[in-house]
């Protein structure tokens, strides 16, 4: 009974981690990357001259197959200068739905998030090379990791030893998703053209160090926060 009720009681820890969001070393948001064995939540919102220019306040929830890391639910809330909205996706018994729109979809099918979330919980040997079907918001698209070796990553006075992996995207077709506008994030995270490198921390609880991101001209960099 007492290691029944440990694993229930760790199967419902949470773990949250602060980021720092930069643009050419200007701090232009803060996030919070939310983790539990079925879930990821992010909340993004901007700060200092970028909040009174283009302000955002945007969260994401996704809920997801602890197996294999398959879309359940995917639901967004999205404050951005003169645009806001809501939108929710679900996927069960191969089919995918928004409103009464609906797509065909393996129940494995994995999103940004859910890859995110694997990339934490399993060894660079199961995903190295793989390409992964993935859905977003209705459009069909290919994701994988590369394993690039392992590197030291320094936060603050503390060396973290990380597994760096570059991200890749590819576009299977030109079909239209569900929606016909959506938030910056999504709409710019998927580009096939862009790279995007990913730190994860090695040993402990494997989070998310760093994040470096170049696409349409930008270079972005999100960095966890000191403990």
């Known amino acids: 009974m007492g ?3 440990f694993f229930s009681l760790f199967s419902t820890i949470i773990f949250s981690q602060d980021y720092s969001a930069k643009v050419y070393g200007f ?3 803060d996030a ?3 983790l ?3 879930s990821i939540n992010l909340q993004f919102k901007t700060n200092g001259i970028v909040d009174f220019i283009w302000p955002s306040n945007n969260t994401y929830w996704t809920y997801f197959d602890s197996t294999h890391f398959g879309l359940k639910t995917f639901q967004k809330k999205i404050r951005q200068k003169n645009f806001d909205q809501k939108f929710l996706i679900e996927l ?3 089919n995918l739905k928004y409103n009464k729109k609906t797509r065909v979809r393996a129940d494995s099918t994995k999103t940004i998030f859910t890859m995110l979330a694997m990339l934490t919980d399993r060894p660079y040997e199961m995903l190295d090379t ?4 993935m859905d977003h918001e ?3 698209i290919l994701g994988r990791f590369l394993w690039a070796g392992t590197e030291t990553i320094t936060i603050g006075h503390t060396n973290i030893l990380c597994d760096h992996f570059r991200m890749d995207f590819k576009h299977i077709d030109e079909t239209a998703g569900f929606l016909t506008q959506t938030d910056r994030f999504m709409q710019y995270a998927p580009n096939p053209d862009g790279v995007c490198q990913i730190w994860v921390e090695r040993n402990g609880n ?8 170049n696409a349409y001209g930008f270079s972005y960099e999100i960095l966890i926060k000191n403990d």
């Open 3 to 5: 290691r029944i009720l």
């Open 27 to 29: 701090s232009v948001a």
């Open 32 to 34: 919070r990357l939310t």
């Open 36 to 38: 539990k064995p079925d």
């Open 92 to 94: 069960s018994d191969g």
């Open 130 to 133: 793989q390409w992964f079907e």
């Open 138 to 140: 209705g459009k069909p």
């Open 206 to 213: 494997r989070r998310i160090i760093r994040v470096t991101i």
